[in-house]
């Protein structure tokens, strides 16, 4: 099992990774990790993302409270909280906001997977989940649906969710 610093550590990487590649920009997107049953390291609420530091992310049980003070956690911390009880396998929650998906996602179109043989692949655990305003309880609500199965989830009018083991 990976330790607190470690795991902090990473996930100010991740955040940089994102920014880097124009996956979020400002204080847009959320990210956590799983830290045990009952606790989950998340992000904070208004902070840029890319230039994070380790003592800026936040440790929630699992009812949502804070276990220390300091900043806020992400307002989607609802949607990460019911990814990680939904789907006990996966360790971490990205969400992000990819120029070309989200995009699409601002479409009435529909997200076709079966062009590429890769996509069929890669994307079969996809699932388009209609808008619900950012934060809000509506969101994992529409979400909950979909789950377990969806492991990506692309946000109508909002960006993308994915989830993994780490």
């Known amino acids: 099992m990976i330790d607190d610093n470690e795991l902090r550590m990473h996930l100010v990487e991740v955040g940089r990774r994102l920014y880097e590649k124009g996956y979020?920009?400002?204080?847009?997107?959320?990210?956590?990790?799983?830290?045990?049953?009952?606790?989950?390291m998340i992000t904070p609420s208004g902070l840029p993302k890319g230039r994070l530091t380790e003592d800026q992310l936040v440790l929630l049980r699992s009812d949502g409270r804070p276990l220390s003070g300091g900043p806020k956690p992400s307002s989607e911390y609802r949607m990460h909280l019911l990814l990680y009880e939904?789907?006990?396998?996966?360790?971490?929650?990205?969400?992000?906001?990819?120029?070309?998906?989200t995009a699409l996602a601002a479409?009435?179109?529909?997200?076709?997977?079966?062009?590429?043989?890769?996509?069929?692949?890669?994307?079969?655990?996809?699932?388009?989940?209609?808008?619900?305003?950012?934060?809000?309880?509506?969101l994992p609500e529409k979400i909950a649906s979909y789950l377990p199965q969806a492991r990506i989830l692309v946000l109508r009018n909002h960006g993308v969710t994915a989830v993994g083991e780490d």
């Open 107 to 138: 479409t009435d179109r529909e997200f076709r997977l079966d062009l590429l043989p890769e996509g069929l692949q890669a994307l079969s655990d996809l699932a388009v989940v209609d808008y619900a305003t950012p934060g809000s309880e509506e």
């Open 24 to 40: 979020i920009a400002g204080a847009d997107g959320n990210f956590s990790a799983r830290v045990d049953r009952t606790q989950i």
């Open 86 to 101: 939904k789907i006990p396998s996966i360790g971490a929650v990205v969400h992000a906001h990819p120029p070309f998906t």
